[in-house]
T-cell receptor, first 112, second 112 residues
Framework: DQQVKQNSPSLSVQEGRISILNCDYTNSMFDYFLWYKKYPAEGPTFLISISSIKDKNEDGRFTVFLNKSAKHLSLHIVPSQPGDSAVYFCAASSSNDYKLSFGAGTTVTVRA | DGGITQSPKYLFRKEGQNVTLSCEQNLNHDAMYWYRQDPGQGLRLIYYSQIVNDFQKGDIAEGYSVSREKKESFPLTVTSAQKNPTAFYLC???????????FGSGTQLSVL
């Protein structure tokens, strides 16, 4: 039973525009959320995180929004750059838990 | 440089054979993890270890075994009981619970 869902397998966006990636979760115990970026044949790298006490966290071009009532989070990338073309994974965890649950990923393609 | 080293990059397994994937970290992290990635799917947790000489099953542990004799090392053995071993295997580590994971560059395992 997949507890973290990324329902859009792919996203294509023009360079300089905004990329919006969505993620839904079903486990109400989740209170820590992360986004990872992955290039082919490489390991994922950490991008940004947010805890449930916040509804927004920003780091440069990347902003994550959390809507706890809807069990939904999103990642905004502004402006999108060619180097942002990768697979983005949403992940979630609950307090004091070692386990991260991952979504299936969204492949982002930034067009020149 | 601190990081996580996985070897080999590519591995082939014959039917009925056990193979071992290596994972070494010099980040001084207590926790280590093994994830499996299949095409179009998210990362699924195989095993994790919170501390030396201790490990727990993840969501898909059947057909796999691990050991954690040293803090730096967490090898994964794919046994002949794993009927569908072809996948991209990722090792990760973290300082502890509720912390972001750092990933290695992965091992692609294929069946001959």
């Amino acid at each position: 039973d997949q507890q973290v869902k990324q329902n859009s397998p792919s996203l294509s966006v023009q360079e300089g525009r905004i990329s919006i990636l969505n993620c839904d979760y079903t486990n109400s115990m989740f209170d820590y959320f992360l986004w990872y970026k992955k290039y082919p044949a490489e390991g994922p790298t950490f991008l940004i995180s947010i805890s449930s006490i916040k509804d927004k966290n920003e780091d440069g071009r990347f902003t994550v929004f959390l809507n706890k009532s809807a069990k939904h989070l999103s990642l905004h990338i502004v402006p999108s750059q060619p180097g942002d073309s990768a697979v983005y994974f949403c992940a979630a965890s609950s307090s004091n838990d070692y386990k991260l649950s991952f979504g299936a990923g969204t492949t982002v393609t930034v067009r020149a | 440089d601190g990081g996580i080293t996985q070897s080999p990059k590519y591995l082939f397994r014959k039917e009925g054979q056990n193979v071992t994937l290596s994972c070494e970290q010099n980040l001084n992290h207590d926790a280590m993890y093994w994830y499996r990635q299949d095409p179009g799917q998210g990362l699924r947790l195989i095993y994790y270890s919170q501390i030396v000489n201790d490990f727990q099953k993840g969501d898909i542990a059947e057909g796999y075994s691990v050991s954690r004799e040293k803090k730096e090392s967490f090898p994964l053995t794919v046994t002949s009981a794993q009927k569908n071993p072809t996948a991209f295997y990722l090792c990760a580590s973290s300082i502890g619970a509720y912390e972001k994971l750092f990933f290695g560059s992965g091992t692609q395992l294929s069946v001959l």
